[in-house]
């Protein structure tokens, strides 16, 4: 395979953005994606956000439009999972700046080398740590209502958290539950106020404010919900055929190991070009520390990324 160019981790919408525009500048690039490429946004129902669809559409159809893009620029793409990421001294070959540090990809399907690593390695859902949740994930509990709202036609099922996922998503199951419970520990939303309006004119959609679940009961599948009132301490059960759990993300950078600069939650730590304290290896998308993660602001990384990327080979090359 040789030593690429570019490595980007990750075919979520930032690093199918930062694809597009490294392939389509001429760079010897490749992708490699665990799952899904388009990541979560390929599994969000409708994206309604993201300018220049008039309606809307489906997190599924734009993100096939990114990936088609990538792959007409002539992008190569790897599915297999990263698992870690070393840096050594240049190997001397003449192509390169002598001591240019080259990076190798760890994959499940052998090394990757590269002169500059992009990590667009996204978040996922964070878990709640109760009783039962564990336990029950496939039988009742959730992080998707996209991926799995459709089991719970007519049934009755329980949203936990008030950000803008919680909403969203609990607006999307009100068209195929019976009934939703949106079960949010503050009495007001974090959730932007077009969603937060838009779930409060749903006649099936009911809210427990300042309530906190405690537990996930059932026998072979979720059956109930034990929660509690944070003000009264009073606790209830809830009877719920499922549990969609939407109380934040976590980031993907475990992989990583030590020696990369993270927040205390693991986000990573970049300068303004998105660059870590390591030479030639950036971060861009929700795997990074920023202050709003949505689809478009990936996007913004995904363009911003390659100019210093550019920059950065360029003037390996030319030194
Ligand atoms: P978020 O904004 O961090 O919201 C997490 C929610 O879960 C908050 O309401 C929080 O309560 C609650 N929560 C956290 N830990 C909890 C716990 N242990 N028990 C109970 N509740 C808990 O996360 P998000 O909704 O996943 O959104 C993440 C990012 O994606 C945000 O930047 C968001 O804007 C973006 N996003 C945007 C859209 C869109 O359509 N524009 C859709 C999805 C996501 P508190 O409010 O009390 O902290």
């Not at 994206?47 to 088609?68: C, H, R, T, V």
């Amino acid at each position: 395979m040789g030593i690429y160019d570019i490595v980007i981790i990750g075919g979520g919408p930032a690093g199918l953005t930062a694809a597009i525009y490294a392939c389509r500048a001429g760079w010897k690039t490749i992708l490699i994606e665990r799952g899904t490429f388009g990541g979560q946004a390929a599994i969000t129902d409708r994206i309604e956000n993201y300018p220049g669809f008039a309606e809307g559409i489906s997190g599924f159809d734009l993100m096939q439009g990114f990936y088609q893009q990538a792959l007409r620029f002539g992008c190569k793409m790897l599915v297999a999972e990263v698992t870690g990421l070393n840096i050594h001294p240049g190997l001397g070959n003449t192509d390169f700046g002598q001591g240019e540090q080259i990076k190798t990809v760890e994959t499940t399907e052998g090394l990757v080398q590269g002169r500059t690593v992009l990590i667009a390695t996204g978040a996922q859902a964070r878990e709640l740590g109760i009783k039962g949740e564990k336990e029950f994930v496939g039988r009742g509990v959730s992080y998707c209502a996209t991926c799995d709202g459709f089991f719970f036609k007519k049934k009755k099922v329980a949203v936990i958290g008030g950000g803008d996922a919680a909403v969203k998503e609990a607006i999307y199951l009100a068209k195929l539950a019976e009934e939703v419970l949106i079960i949010h520990r503050r009495d007001s939303f974090r959730a932007d106020q077009y969603l937060s309006q838009q779930v409060l004119t749903l006649p099936n959609v009911k809210i427990r404010w300042n309530t906190v679940p405690l537990e996930i009961r059932g026998e072979q599948k979720v059956s109930a919900l034990l929660v509690q009132n944070v003000k009264t301490q009073e606790t209830g059960t809830e009877e719920v055929d499922g549990v969609f759990i939407y109380i934040g993300r976590k980031p993907n950078t475990d992989f990583l190991g030590a020696g990369f600069t993270r927040d205390e939650e693991g986000y990573l730590l970049t300068g303004q070009d998105l660059q870590l304290a390591t030479p030639g290896i950036f971060a861009l998308g929700d795997c990074r520390v920023k202050s709003v993660r949505q689809v478009a602001t990936a996007v913004g990384d995904g363009a911003l990324v390659m100019a210093a990327v550019d920059e950065y080979l360029r003037s390996k090359k030319e030194g």
